[in-house]
């Protein structure tokens, strides 16, 4: 067992965050590759760690959302968020609202769902200038 010695004064914060990090990787006493990462995890079923999983995917997907505004904003020379912003914007979060679901947790859950009237007015209202545009012409 490989562990990080921490120099905390309050045992209260130093035994948390020593489990946290610490990761069984001695092959002698058993521990396979995967059971590191259940470990690392903090799970005890496949199951849980494949909702891990759908929960770092549901984040990156939430993430990558300002990484496309951020092109987007670049390529036009001033800012802008595109209608892929706004996907992205719902898709994870409904992902992540899933995810904490899932995993009851009210917080996070209130979190996501708060957006979720932000994204879909946007996309309503960029849906509305579209046949406004469109039949104008």
């Known amino acids: 067992m490989i562990e990080l010695t921490l120099a905390f004064t309050d045992a209260a914060l130093v035994a948390p965050v020593a489990s946290a990090i610490?990761?069984?990787s001695?092959?002698?006493a058993g521990a396979t590759f995967f059971d590191t990462i259940m470990e690392w995890a903090r799970v005890d079923s496949t199951?849980?760690?494949v909702l891990v999983i759908f929960g770092i995917?549901?984040?990156a997907l939430f993430f990558g959302r300002w990484l496309v505004q951020w092109i987007a904003t670049e390529r036009r020379g001033e800012s802008h968020m595109p209608i892929l912003f706004w996907w992205m914007s719902l898709a994870g979060?409904?992902?992540l609202f899933v995810y904490f679901f899932l995993r009851r947790e009210p917080v996070g859950?209130?979190?996501q769902s708060v957006g979720w009237a932000v994204y879909t007015r946007n996309l309503y209202l960029i849906r509305?200038?579209?046949r406004q545009t469109h039949d104008e012409t």
């Open 93 to 95: 979060a409904s992902m």
């Open 22 to 24: 610490s990761i069984a």
């Open 57 to 59: 995917f549901a984040q």
């Open 128 to 130: 509305k200038k579209r």
């Open 47 to 49: 199951w849980q760690l």
């Open 109 to 111: 859950m209130l979190g």
């Open 26 to 28: 001695d092959p002698a």
